[in-house]
Nanobody, 116 residues
Framework: QVQMVESGGGTVHPGGSLNLSCAAS???????MGWYRQAPGKERDLVAR???????NYADSVRGRFTISRDTAKSIVSLQMNNLKPEDTALYYC???????????WGQGTQVTVSS
């Protein structure tokens, strides 16, 4: 059983910043941890993820503005989002994949709204 608690969403003006955090509770080894987002009427897309070895991977649309970090010992993944744009508005989901059997788990989602 994996439990995930997300925090940090909210509403900001364009150019603003937010920090998302996700804490996972599991006794199983975690492979990747990351963040996806889904805007109304669109598919859920990768924002950023980080491997067990700490190697990050970013969507082109956020590279240079967002930074993902991971505390492997505490099973926490964070996403620092700077220079936010209206097109970043979406429901952001924390995601993790376990090492064994590659099981996927999702958080409940946290809303990020960028509006003037």
């Amino acid at each position: 059983q994996v439990q995930m608690v997300e925090s940090g969403g909210g509403t900001v003006h364009p150019g603003g910043s937010l920090n998302l955090s996700c804490a996972a509770s599991t006794s199983s080894a975690i492979d990747t941890m990351g963040w996806y987002r889904q805007a109304p009427g669109k598919e859920r897309d990768l924002v950023a993820r980080v491997s067990r070895r700490g190697i990050p991977n970013y969507a082109d649309s956020v590279r240079g503005r967002f930074t993902i970090s991971r505390d492997t010992a505490k099973s926490i993944v964070s996403l620092q989002m700077n220079n936010l744009k209206p097109e970043d508005t979406a429901l952001y989901y924390c995601h993790l994949k376990l090492v064994f059997f590659g099981e996927d788990y999702w958080g409940q989602g946290t809303q990020v709204t960028v509006s003037s």
